[in-house]
């Protein structure tokens, strides 16, 4: 008996050692700290609480940020600088016109040259905390609403730690307050952000570096070109027919496809809905090794983002068939048949955004990447994730030329007036330089500098509320140079369904729908939506070419008959001896395609011109845009015959500002 009571009092005597000591066992040296560190005099408790919420506010916006835009908070520069020689830059800018951008993980830039941005854990808890250090006084405000604390403050410094499931700050904010006979120093503030920053940016490092691997983006753009007629490919008729394609033509179709294909890409280990085996077969990708049952991805592309495409055979803008020639048999043959041979090679690079959310804590994190076809076949690796330097562009340091640069805004009333504090910048070949903002006031600004002497450079000017100009000019001796800036106009605006008969509908909950405007002249397009949360426009004045298409839910699912094809890959040359087996260049795999089933169906669009004009746009504050509703297809016949009817563009109705 008595050797049990001895049990049970150890045991409860270890029960409460346990317990008083759970902090050292069971909490992180962070906790430990952070616990500590809440212990304050009653005195100073409000001030502690003040600066606590300061750090919490502050510490929100960087870790937002730096999962927008690719793990950074910071853009860097693009060495070579933007502008029309440079259509990409080092980071996608995701909506037209705007400093909405990601970082891209791989690139070709400009000058062929292959960048890869992976950040690091390191780099991304540096920028974190830089951003803290820069911010965190003024959130405090200097103190002004505890001013009888006399407080006085230390050398700032943060450090980050970044994990799977949160994101720790220890921000060193060293505060002496003294009160009367009262003293007190507030060492750190501990706080943390409870998102998956770790496991987001591990998933996002895996996904990028199967793409690195499989280039399973690149398979399934060639893919693309394989399937869909209207993207010409290779081919041997005996037809008399002669076929050929505008360029533009195969660009804009190449966009439309990649669009709705690249929504499709299905991530497994992810959280997604697959409603069809097709897309099992053809849309699933095995980039993760571990679930994530919150975490969905998306793979994104949109027809504003810039395409580069060359191919050959192309004249004048147009792909034509690449005739039997170049033997004397050949010739002879062609006297007894025609003979036409389609062998089209594509160089292509477009970028991609790779969009990682995590539906537990509402966080986003995602990245740019580019896809390169280089004579229809995928890039090659050369730099795995690899954190290389940035190559080093030409700088603007032999500036001797004197320049005058005007930027002259366009006003509501058609006016042209200086504008001052515009942003002027000059660009030659590669190089990007800043020059400066204009100075004075508004009716009488300029900018006064010297810039390097260049035959053919661009002088572009920027301000807020206004479109970007731009002009180019030769700078061999002294120039005097107006860029002029049309007003934006910021509208509210609706989007409507009209029927045939002109009678006004409104959208259903399950209709999505996407309309882009393109100004013919300028080249400004910005595109709008339904369903969304943005509800406003920015137009300027001039002639819109509108664009768009509603889809939606269809109650009866449209059956696409089973296909089969051959997927070739070949160098663009053609001889008889290939034609009758004499030799054999091309790689070529026999493909079969599912039956496919359609359960969302375009049910309407919009193809139209539209010239606003700038006393119309600067006198309304609304814009309802009619999208053309010509009844819900029922059969792939009539999905034919309702593209047909949208590419004439019939029913369109213009919209109405107000």
């Known amino acids: 008996m008595t050797l049990l009571i001895i049990l049970g009092i150890l045991i409860v005597a270890s029960v409460a050692t346990v317990y008083y000591f ?24 409000e001030l502690h609480d003040y600066l606590s919420a300061c750090v919490r506010d502050t510490i929100q916006e960087p870790v937002l940020i730096l999962g927008q835009q690719g793990g950074y908070v910071t853009i860097p520069s693009d060495p070579i600088g933007a502008g029309d020689h440079n259509p990409f830059s080092n980071a996608l800018e995701i909506f037209s016109d705007t400093d909405f951008k990601t970082m891209y993980w791989y690139y070709v830039a400009a000058n062929s040259v292959e960048h890869s941005q992976v950040p ?9 905390a830089a951003y803290v250090n820069t911010n965190i006084a003024n959130c405090a405000n200097n103190f002004t609403a505890f001013t009888t ?24 904010y060293p505060v002496h307050i003294e009160l009367e006979d009262f003293t007190f120093d507030f060492d750190a503030f501990y706080e943390s952000v409870d998102v998956p920053l770790g496991d987001m940016y591990n998933a996002a490092v895996e996904i990028i570096d199967e793409e690195n691997a499989q280039f399973f983006l690149e398979e399934l753009t060639y893919d693309a070109f394989v399937l869909y007629d209207e993207l010409p490919l290779s081919w041997t008729e005996f037809s008399c027919d002669q076929q050929d394609w505008p360029v533009d033509d195969v660009e804009k179709n190449l966009k439309e496809i990649l669009t709705q294909n690249l929504r499709a890409v299905k991530i497994r280990n992810t959280d997604y809905r697959i409603s069809e085996k097709s897309d099992e077969q053809y849309f699933e990708y095995d980039l993760l090794d571990t679930p994530r049952d919150n975490l969905h991805v998306n793979v994104l592309y949109s027809e504003n983002w810039p395409l580069s495409m060359q191919v050959y055979p192309e004249e004048n803008g147009v792909i034509e068939e690449d005739t039997l020639t170049g033997t004397g048999f050949g010739a002879f043959i062609r006297n007894f048949f025609c003979l036409s041979s389609y062998n089209v090679i594509y160089d292509l690079k477009y970028p991609v955004l790779v969009t990682l959310y995590d ?33 080093g562009g030409p ?16 006003e509501e009333d058609g006016t042209l007036v200086e504008l001052d504090d515009a942003d002027i910048t000059f660009t030659c070949i590669t190089s990007n330089c800043p020059l400066g903002k204009t100075g004075g006031v508004k009716g009488d600004a300029i900018l006064a500098t010297d810039v390097p002497q260049c035959v053919n450079a661009q002088i572009r000017a920027a301000k807020e509320g206004y479109q970007d100009g731009s002009e180019v000019v030769s700078t061999l001796d002294e120039q005097d140079v107006t860029v002029v800036l049309e007003k934006l106009y910021n509208l509210s605006y609706e989007i409507m369904l009209v029927d045939l008969d002109g009678n006004v509908l409104d959208l259903a909950s399950d209709d999505t729908v996407f309309v882009t405007l393109t100004e013919e002249d300028t080249g400004y397009s910005t595109t709008v939506s339904y369903p969304s949360t943005e509800g406003t426009v920015i137009l300027i004045p001039g002639t819109y070419k509108i664009s768009g298409q509603v889809v939606t839910d269809s109650p009866l699912d449209i059956v696409i008959d089973p296909q089969s094809y051959t997927k070739c890959t070949s160098l663009p040359t053609f001889s008889i001896g290939g034609l009758f087996g004499l030799e054999d260049d091309a790689s070529c795999t026999d493909i079969e395609s599912d039956e496919q089933v359609l359960d969302l169906v375009a049910a309407g669009g919009l193809t139209i011109e539209w010239t606003p004009d700038r006393d119309e746009l600067a006198a309304a504050s609304h814009i309802i845009i009619y999208v053309t509703t010509y009844g819900e297809p029922q059969t792939e016949d009539d999905l034919d015959d309702l593209l047909t009817l949208l590419e004439l563009g019939v029913g369109g109705k213009e919209p109405e500002l107000s």
């Open 149 to 172: 604390f006399n407080a006085s403050v230390g050398e700032i410094f943060t450090d980050v730690d970044i994990l799977d499931n949160q994101v720790l700050f220890t921000v060193h």
């Open 395 to 410: 700088i603007c340091e032999d500036a001797t030329m004197p320049i005058t640069v005007r930027a002259v805004g366009v």
């Open 359 to 391: 539906s537990e804590s509402d966080y986003t994190f995602q990245f740019a990447t580019m896809v390169v076809l280089d004579n229809n076949q995928p890039r090659k690796n050369t730099l795995g994730l690899l954190d290389l330097d940035a190559v």
């Open 120 to 128: 690091t854990t390191d780099g991304m808890e540096q920028e974190l």
């Open 22 to 45: 759970r902090d050292r066992f069971f909490l992180s040296e962070w906790d430990r700290a952070r616990a500590e560190s809440l212990a304050v005099p009653e005195e100073a408790q």
